[in-house]
């Protein structure tokens, strides 16, 4: 479930694998329409739908693909098969290197990663003491951007959303609605983001391009690829008076970000997997 709503449902829901081998562009990796089916088989065999009938492909608003590399042992074979576990590296340049992990394991990898820093540097590393007169990292006690004053509201409040995104940082943005209210308009038609965010992840994010913005400051672009595409124009033009873009590189992002939709449809129209 994605993107609670105040009755208790949800915008979107996400499905999706890591365990598909990809020997593609490593630039720009895509979801094909193997992919979306074997996702849509796998949803439809563990759920039923309220009216009974199964997730086709035209219910999906948008999809993104990412690539994850993991450690490959002597036996390793299926990609599925492979260890989540990261391995920090050292090379004979002294060149540090994680490979491997995952998204929930982020802060340990980063962890350790710094410990064998630091024993290069030959620096002392700060901890605050552990349980069993074990040393802990300090990260595990420093609180994430927006978090310090940070109180929880209801449900039905009317900057909920706004809160839970940019936790005490929410009354920045609040400050740009109040010096402009146009920023308090959607950012893309039917979905819940706000100029004003657009306007914030450029001063205080660095965002530099369309694509920041719809895919990466904000998430509007894998909620709903087609709202953003149409939005693209009038989103380019907002951002593009704080970047002081001209024309050219106006209709150059445009260009940039149409460009990523149609490789994304054209991907899911063709499989390349048998």
Not at 121 to 139: K, V
Not at 222 to 242: F, K, N, Q, T, Y
Request: charged fraction near 30%; charge should be negative.
């Amino acid at each position: 479930p994605w993107g609670p709503l105040p009755d208790g449902t949800f915008e979107h829901c996400y499905v999706g694998t890591t365990d598909t081998d990809f020997d593609g562009d490593l630039d720009e990796p895509q979801a094909d329409a193997a992919d979306l089916d074997y996702v849509l088989r796998a949803l439809n065999h563990s759920i039923t739908t309220p009216t009974g009938d199964p997730i086709t492909a035209a219910d999906v608003t948008a999809v993104w693909a990412g690539l994850r590399p993991l450690v490959k042992s002597a036996d390793s074979g299926r990609t599925a098969d492979l260890s989540r576990r990261h391995q920090v590296a050292v090379s004979d340049r002294g060149v540090v290197t994680v490979t491997g992990g995952k998204l929930t394991t982020y802060r340990q990898m980063a962890e350790d990663t710094v410990d064998v820093v630091l024993d290069r540097l030959g620096r002392r590393r700060s901890r605050w003491p552990g349980p069993w007169g074990r040393d802990r990292s300090p990260t595990r006690r420093l609180r994430l951007d927006g978090a310090e004053g940070w109180r929880r509201s209801a449900g039905d409040h009317p900057h909920h959303r706004l809160s839970r995104r940019y936790g005490a940082r929410a009354d920045e943005v609040k400050d740009l609605i109040r010096a402009d209210p146009a920023l308090a308009d959607p950012l893309v038609p039917d979905l819940r983001y706000l100029r004003a965010e657009a306007v914030y992840a450029v001063r205080h994010e660095m965002a530099t391009t369309l694509d920041d913005v719809l895919l990466r400051r904000t998430r509007a672009h894998l909620h709903d690829r087609a709202a953003c595409r149409a939005a693209a124009p009038d989103v380019a033009a907002l951002i593009g008076a704080e970047l002081g873009w001209d024309d050219a590189e106006t209709d150059a992002q445009i260009a940039s970000y149409l460009a990523l939709c149609d490789a994304e449809g054209a991907a899911t129209r063709t499989p390349t997997r048998s």
